[in-house]
Nanobody
């Protein structure tokens, strides 16, 4: 079981940037596909970005493509989400998730992930 702790959320003006991090404990991080999801009040949780265990493959929701970048540092058991050009509609609680022993499988739906962090709030003011 991977334990995940997100950090880096906060309040930012539209057009600004934030960098989220997700620190993982456990030995399976380097073999895990990692994902970022978000949930705004009244909405279902939605996919934001995902990265393969090696970092060689990345995937993005259309709504964030070109603005957000997912990356990982397996030596530090950490995955990042760099968010630029933030918009008020990006306001949500952001969660990271892990799927251990993923091989080439990088789920783009929350049902594909086994471990979740507690979330970090991102608020973008207009």
């Amino acid at each position: 079981q991977v334990q995940l702790v997100e950090a880096g959320g906060g309040l930012v003006q539209a057009g600004g940037s934030l960098r989220l991090s997700c620190a993982a404990s456990g030995r399976t991080f380097s073999s895990s596909a990692m994902g970022w999801f978000r949930q705004a009040p009244g909405n279902e949780r939605e996919f934001v970005a995902a990265i393969s265990w090696s970092g060689g493959s990345t995937y993005y929701a259309d709504s964030v493509k070109g603005r957000f970048t997912i990356s990982r540092d397996n030596a530090k058991n950490t995955v990042f989400l760099q968010m630029n050009g933030l918009k008020p509609e990006d306001t949500a609680v952001y969660y990271c998730a892990a799927r251990p022993y993923s091989d080439s499988d990088v789920p783009l739906h929350d049902s594909g992930y086994y471990s979740w962090g507690q979330g970090t709030q991102v608020t973008v003011s207009s």
